[in-house]
């Protein structure tokens, strides 16, 4: 695909650095660089050559001013990252200079214009440079928050999972080339012996598909982490459990009910999965408005979190506020937490017979005793165990997900037809649905809205 604009972006973030990069991508990117860049001796260049590093300087042509030196180089269509001729200017970091030289760019530039946000990746999937995952793939390599999730994005972008999907294609582009060979001839049918032998390579297909299937989970939660919450009415010990996460007294904890008014978010890790652990005001009834407002978020959270931790103070008997909140946690993934087990309980587990045991945890957040064991239950609850590294998610987006479920669908409906004696046409329709699902994984059958959306989640600049 060619496109008829050049674009340009500052592709590192905007501030104070050691270096600023912009890049131009497009037909015209080198006599822009032509025209703005200069020798270490103010010369003007005659040509670029490919992929070599210049020092130089880069100056405003219509003032001929100096506006910085630096590095750049030219890459030639289709050797550089967008597959398009590409100048990427390496300056000085900071935020006037920079800006200076894109100004430049875009004023002298002919047809050039500011990129979208992810153009330049864009452009490196439409002109067939990577796949679509692989183009997602760096989008969660920029995101990683921990060093699984990151593992995940490589082996996406170095193309495992592109590989995947291409032999899982190349399966079934062989099963339909034998259904449709028998289209030509319908009166002879599929002979026994090949049909039992397309049961099998479908067979094999399905599993496949469904592993990448079962393990999308995993890969989700490792790409977008969990949210914990943490609830209870005032008092209970829902700030120091947060602090006792953190190891450090991030939230105020005093003995006045009623501390903590907003929602306190710290960013965690568990076995290598990214945790947003939420804190949030004690639920009670109150006449303060601040409160209320308190209140009302922390509710809020509860219906968005992935586990819920319900603390209770075990040195109180259950009050009636426990037991409202109590109420607001049916059907959903929580533990009970009975906290200050260094004092005379009042609570015993057995009070709550509609949770298993092995989700109510006792424990004292004063002497930390218990909070092993409440970690290990939080990681067996939301099933974040180790990954072993041959066995990683190849697959991790929700649009993933949704692709692969329609192609299982249609590969078993076209099992179950081709059991079943269903005429060849029918049976090439459900493998060619099946082929499309697959397809818009990798980007080779998608829509202008998935590309759209999956690009506008980009940075300007990548
Ligand atoms: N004895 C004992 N006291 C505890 C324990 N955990 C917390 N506390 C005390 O209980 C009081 C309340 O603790 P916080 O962590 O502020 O409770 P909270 O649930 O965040 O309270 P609000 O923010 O008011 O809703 C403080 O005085 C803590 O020191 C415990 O395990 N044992
Ligand atoms: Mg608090």
């Known amino acids: 695909m060619i496109f008829q604009d050049t674009i340009a972006a500052i592709s590192t973030p905007i501030g104070e650095g050691g270096i600023s990069i912009i890049r131009i991508s497009g037909g015209q990117a080198k006599t822009i660089g032509l025209l703005i860049l200069r020798t270490a001796k103010g010369l003007p260049f005659k040509d670029f050559t490919d992929h070599r590093l210049y020092y130089g ?8 001013q100096l506006i910085d030196e630096a590095l750049f180089f030219y890459s030639r ?14 300056a000085h970091g900071g935020m006037v200079g920079i800006s200076e030289i894109l100004a430049v760019i875009l004023q002298n530039g002919n047809g050039v214009r500011l990129a979208e946000p992810g153009e330049f990746t864009k452009r490196a999937y439409l002109n067939g440079r990577i796949d679509l995952v692989q183009a997602e793939s760096i989008i969660d390599l920029i995101r990683a928050k921990t060093e699984k999730a990151h593992q995940i994005a490589l082996s996406q972008l170095t193309g495992e999972a592109t590989k995947e999907i291409n032999t899982i294609e190349d399966q079934l582009y062989r099963v339909l080339i034998a259904i449709e060979a028998v289209l030509d001839f319908p009166e002879e049918g599929i002979p026994e012996m090949h049909r039992d032998h397309i049961l099998d390579q479908t067979a094999a297909i399905t599993r496949q598909l469904e592993y990448l299937l079962q393990k999308i989970d995993e890969g989700r939660k490792i790409r977008e982490g969990l949210m ?3 609830v209870g009415r005032p008092n209970v010990g829902k700030s120091s459990l947060l602090n006792t996460f953190l190891q450090e007294e991030r939230a105020i904890v005093t003995e006045i009910p009623g501390t903590t008014r907003d929602i306190i978010e710290a960013q965690i890790q568990i076995q290598g999965i990214p945790v947003r652990l939420v804190d949030t005001a004690g639920i009670r009834r109150t006449e303060n408005p601040i409160e209320q407002i308190g209140i009302q978020k922390a509710e809020q959270y509860l219906g968005e979190a992935d586990l819920i931790l319900f603390i209770l103070d075990g040195g109180e008997p259950l009050t009636d506020e ?11 993934p929580a533990l009970i937490v009975i906290n200050k087990a260094d004092l005379p309980q009042q609570i015993q587990p057995e009070q709550f017979s509609e949770f298993e045991p092995r989700n109510i945890i006792t424990l004292s957040l004063q002497t930390k005793q218990g909070f092993d064991q409440l970690l290990q239950r939080i990681i067996e609850r939301v099933g974040i165990g180790e990954i072993a590294v041959d066995d990683r998610p190849l697959l991790s987006r929700i649009r993933h997900k949704h692709a692969l479920e329609r192609g299982l669908a249609a590969l078993k409906s076209f099992t179950a ?3 079943a004696g269903t005429s060849e046409d029918l049976l090439a329709v459900d493998l060619r649905c099946c082929l499309e699902a697959i397809g818009e994984i990798s980007g ?10 999956i690009f506008a989640q980009f940075c300007i600049g990548k």
């Open 417 to 419: 037809g081709l059991a």
């Open 77 to 90: 269509a289709p050797h550089s990252f967008t597959a398009e001729d590409t100048i990427e200017i390496q």
């Open 322 to 332: 426990d037991r409202a909140i109590l109420g607001k946690l049916q059907e959903r």
């Open 57 to 64: 300087k880069v100056i405003d042509p219509q003032k001929g």
């Open 444 to 453: 080779k059958k998608v829509s202008d809205e998935v590309i759209h959306g």
């Open 228 to 230: 914990i919450v943490i």
